[in-house]
């Protein structure tokens, strides 16, 4: 193009920062796009050129081997065919699950670094296994140095909030049809005084007992009369009803309720114990949250260890740290201090009462839903601050750092474009875009539970490092004589 | 009380956050207002006004700094900060693509040719790299780029054939689309390139509002012309105008270029066999040579060129002297324009007077932005010592506004000088601003010793504030409105060699 043929073609401008004039030419009839600009890569100098030696020679990508790493590792998240194909004990099905292992959320953490609703949790996991009387002996083991503690995304689970899972406690078997690899969850207890937040009292182990005796049994029961349930269908359904699949999961509970109910009638069981697990079902409108979780797990497994992407595979917290991985970095934790949460409270509670960020539950925003298909579940957008049209905005937003639209989950509000989906450490690192995620809020004490629900955006730094990492990774092989 | 407030991963354009501390310092009892990101040159002038210093905020931090007279005035501050960033926040029409940087913006707009870049200057130089390597024509509004990086842009640009106009290139209008600060102007054959942009904002207003028209005006930026760049924007814009069937007459303006620089430039527009006029504001003007004339200013540009066109120009003049009364008082030039500044303290200057500027051309009348000066000064008040940490007064004219004020008030001045910039870009009602300064200073002052203020007004009828509307809010404040700068320079002269020579007369008599 030489300068002479601008003066004779149609002018048609990218403004890059001071919207006013991006006014003015629009008021004079001329096309022009704003862009929302931002100091590249958070106002890091280094980091920016980083970025930008990864950008081919136009710019219009990323260079190679990135580009068709990419390509792979978003192909696979996309292919991906998560179902449900039954329930086992923990030290069962997950590998490397001992009788003295405790997996948690989030990324690696010991005992004394733990925040108290995952001590609390810890606590009433080791009593649950009946490896303590009391809560004080479950804290002097827990410090022991006995007890394996391990992240349960080390071992293909998820875990939402604290994330405990003993060796004993009933999980989910969620199987990729696509690729075989399977994830592991436990079943959701519900709200009020649980054990993912943090509760240990007597109501909560026999809540788990019960779940483990008696739920567990008749849900495996009725789902191998049903045969193995596909999770994609189930969200896909239940993002079209309001849900988000992370903290808004009512559809998708009343799917499941009403998908298994005709089997759970026909078993051979007691009236009573069946009418339980109805009521307990009907309870807990957050109780596919513990499905849609793995069924991401079980997703971005499939695309993790692909050397080159730039794809995030994990984004997890444990109370005290936020955790991220890449495809491209394999087994690495990149971890920065967990954010707070900002959201509403219950009545009685607020910020100061409030642990700090907490939970695997990002798997789902990590997997292209949650936070990501805001736009989809307009009933809850108070807790993320604001209005429909500020859900549909954070959904669109989404989009500038994911690789992909989903082609299963779409959302109505927006035309039915998929969700975004296959979240880039270089583009939220390049455009400074954060992952927005919703999550519940627990108190800071052990035992008091939820005391709210918001959205959480996560530490700048994980991404910054992890990008760094990647890029160090590709100049490796020229490095070498 | 000082409060240092935090908002983490907040970004918003500077123009949009200066807006947004004056109307915080107006709250009853708030005596300071900063709100700006968090850039490490922002958090150093924010300690340096007493503010305490925060670990880990970064440039996509938005900061506020509150210093006020209670913790009530504070909270009423912090409530509109609120209020005003929720509606900036909320700008976005629904409808509207969202994008994030020019690799978005082209995913929504493939036919894009033209990148409009007003990105803070640390940033500027690698956005328009960017821009270049897409292939796109650049218009770099952003200053404190490097010469080092003007010039490495300028030859890539031109290894690309693209055009690059800037750094520091205020305004263009390109296909009758206004780009920065630039009025709305009549299509037509006069073709502009101007390293200088309230120069290129007054010629081509002066051409529409005496029925002429612009093809084009290209912008290269103040810098273009200096020795170590050697004309680079300029000779592109010169060849894309001389290509362009359009364009029949060029007008080249820019502040005296370097004297190598200049004969290129004036070699590349005869080899361009289309009548051109130049000027060089603040140059002796000198005889034609081939194609070129050469203006003696702004408006004997403008004048020139329509009359190549064949039209009339007796809009440009009107005619009559100013019948403003002469105070005994020295001149006070009060300019938001930089080109408009220089040319009256050159005019001035010609005609004799010993007048000092911060953008006089030697160094005899040259003083620092700001100094103290007895006796006739014209400041530039777009000077970055004036603007450090404000807008520019083009877009918010407050900081010049204060100055008329003070300067209608004082004694020793005898006439005001300002101008009055219309367009895209500029704020909304600058004369209504200006004439409420005038208004508020003839309430406090002596009747009887109120100085003459004298005005110009750069803009057209399409304008957004509309040139005639604006001119009659001035001339409604018993403000004298010349029809250009260049006149308006004019009538001081007048006035004040006429006072000279009154002076001299009672001086002869008694």
């Known amino acids: ?481 | 009380m000082r409060r240092l407030l935090v908002q983490r991963g907040r970004y918003f354009d500077s123009v949009f956050l200066l807006r947004i501390s004056r109307t915080l310092e107006e709250v009853p009892g708030v005596s300071r207002a900063v709100v700006a990101m968090g850039t490490p040159a922002n958090m150093e002038s924010l300690v340096r006004v007493g503010f305490n210093a925060q670990q880990g905020i970064t440039p996509n931090d938005l900061v506020i700094g509150l210093e006020a007279k209670s913790e009530d005035a504070a909270r009423v501050a912090e409530a509109k900060l609120a209020q005003m960033l929720a509606s900036g926040g909320e700008h976005s029409e629904s409808s509207e693509e969202l994008t994030s940087t020019l690799g978005d913006a082209l995913a929504v707009d493939a036919e894009a040719n033209l990148a409009l870049i007003s990105v803070p200057g640390a940033y500027a130089a690698a956005e328009a790299r960017r821009a270049l390597r897409r292939g796109l024509h650049v218009m770099l509004f952003s200053d404190n780029v490097s010469v080092e990086d003007e010039i490495s842009l300028k030859d890539e640009a031109a290894r690309r054939g693209l055009l690059m106009m800037g750094p520091d290139c205020g305004t263009a209008i390109v296909n009758g689309v206004p780009l920065g600060f630039a009025n709305v102007v009549r299509r037509g054959p006069i073709g502009i390139v101007g390293a200088s942009g309230t120069g290129i904002q007054e010629i081509t207003s002066l051409i529409d509002r005496a029925g002429g028209g612009v093809s084009h005006a290209l912008g290269t930026g103040g810098r273009d012309l200096s020795k170590s760049v050697g004309g680079k924007s300029m000779l592109a814009a010169i060849d894309a105008l001389t290509a362009d069937p359009e364009t029949r007459i060029v007008i080249v303006v820019s502040k005296t270029p370097a004297p190598e620089v200049a004969e290129l430039v004036l070699k590349r527009l005869a080899a361009a066999r289309k009548p051109a006029v130049v000027q060089f504001v603040g140059s002796p003007p000198a005889p034609p040579r081939g194609s070129i004339v050469f203006a003696e200013t702004l408006a004997d540009a403008a004048r020139r060129a329509l009359e190549l066109t064949g039209l009339g120009t007796a809009s440009l003049s009107n005619g009559a002297e100013a019948h403003f009364p002469a105070y005994h008082g020295s001149l006070r030039g009060l300019f938001c324009g930089g080109t408009l500044a220089q040319e009256a303290w050159s005019i001035l200057r010609r005609r004799g007077i010993d007048i000092r500027s911060n953008v006089a051309n030697d160094t005899a009348h040259k003083v620092k932005a700001g100094a103290k000066v007895d006796g006739h000064v014209v400041w530039d008040l777009g000077d970055d010592a004036f603007t450090v940490g404000r807008p520019h007064p083009m877009i918010e004219p407050g900081l010049r506004d204060n100055k008329v004020l003070q300067a209608v008030g004082d004694p020793s001045v005898g006439v005001v000088l300002v101008d009055c910039v219309l367009g895209h870009g500029a704020h909304a009602d600058p004369a209504g601003s200006l004439a409420r300064a005038v208004g508020r200073a003839a309430d406090v002052g002596p009747a009887d010793r109120r100085p003459a203020v004298v005005a110009s007004v750069t803009g057209t009828d399409r304008d957004p504030q509309s040139y005639r509307d604006q001119r009659r809010t001035l001339e409604d404040a018993g403000i004298c409105v010349a029809e250009s700068n260049a006149e308006a320079a004019e009538w001081c002269a007048a006035t004040l060699i006429a006072r000279g020579s009154e002076k001299a007369a009672r001086g002869a008599g008694t």
């Open chain 1, 1 to 481: 193009m030489k300068p002479n043929s601008l003066l004779r073609t149609d002018l048609h401008v990218v403004n890059v920062g001071l919207r006013s004039f991006a006014d003015g030419i629009r008021a004079a009839g001329g096309s022009v796009v704003h862009v929302e600009w931002r100091p590249p890569a958070g106002g890091d100098a280094e980091l920016a050129t980083i970025i930008d030696r990864l950008r081919s020679d136009d710019d219009a990508g990323w260079r190679e081997p990135v580009a068709s790493a990419n390509a792979a590792a978003v192909g696979r998240l996309l292919a991906a065919e998560p179902r449900v194909i039954g329930i086992a004990r923990a030290d069962a099905v997950i590998p490397g699950m001992a009788a003295d292992t405790v997996l948690h959320a989030g990324p690696p953490i010991e005992w004394g670094d733990m925040c108290g609703p995952m001590r609390g949790a810890v606590i009433g996991g080791l009593l649950y296994e009946g490896l303590v009387n009391s809560p004080e002996d479950a804290a002097e083991l827990a410090a022991s140095g006995r007890i394996r503690f391990a992240p349960c995304h080390e071992h293909q689970a998820v875990g939402p909030m604290a994330g405990i899972i003993t060796a004993s406690m009933p999980v989910w078997i969620v199987e990729n049809a696509a690729f075989g690899n399977r994830s592991f969850a436990t079943l959701n207890e519900g709200l009020g005084k649980v054990l993912r937040y943090g509760a240990y009292s007597e109501e909560v182990i026999a809540r788990l007992v019960w779940m483990r005796d008696v739920l567990a049994p008749l849900l495996t029961k009725a789902l191998r009369k049903h045969g193995p349930l596909d999770l994609r269908s189930l969200l896909a359904q239940a993002l079209q009803m309001g849900d988000e699949g992370h903290n808004r999961n009512r559809a998708a509970t009343s799917l499941f309720i009403r998908e298994l109910a005709p089997h759970l009638v026909r078993l051979a069981a007691r009236r009573d114990d069946v009418a339980r697990v109805f009521e307990f079902l009907n309870g807990n409108d957050h109780f596919t949250l513990n499905l849609s979780m793995p069924a991401a797990k079980c997703a971005l497994d499939a695309a993790a260890e692909t050397p080159g992407s730039s794809l995030v595979t994990v984004m997890a917290r444990n109370g005290t740290e936020f955790g991220i991985r890449l495809a491209g970095t394999g087994a690495r934790w990149f971890t920065a201090p967990a954010p707070k949460v900002e959201g509403l409270y219950f009545p009685g509670y607020g910020p100061d009462d409030a642990a700090p960020d907490i939970g695997d539950s990002a798997i789902t925003e990590t997997g292209g839903y949650g936070g990501f298909a805001m736009a989809a579940a307009p009933a809850i957008v108070q807790f993320v601050g604001g209005s429909p049209a500020k859900a549909l905005e954070t959904t669109r937003r989404m989009a500038r750092i994911t690789m992909a639209e989903s082609p299963i989950y779409r959302i109505p509000a927006l035309g039915f474009r998929g969700t975004p989906t296959g979240i880039d450490v270089l583009r939220v690192v390049e455009t400074g875009i954060l992952p927005a995620i919703n999550t519940g809020i627990a108190h800071k004490e052990p035992g008091v539970g939820m005391i709210g629900a918001g959205l959480v955006t996560p530490p700048f730094d994980c991404f910054a490092q992890a990008a760094r990492a990647l890029a160090e990774t590709l100049q490796a092989p020229e490095a070498q004589p």
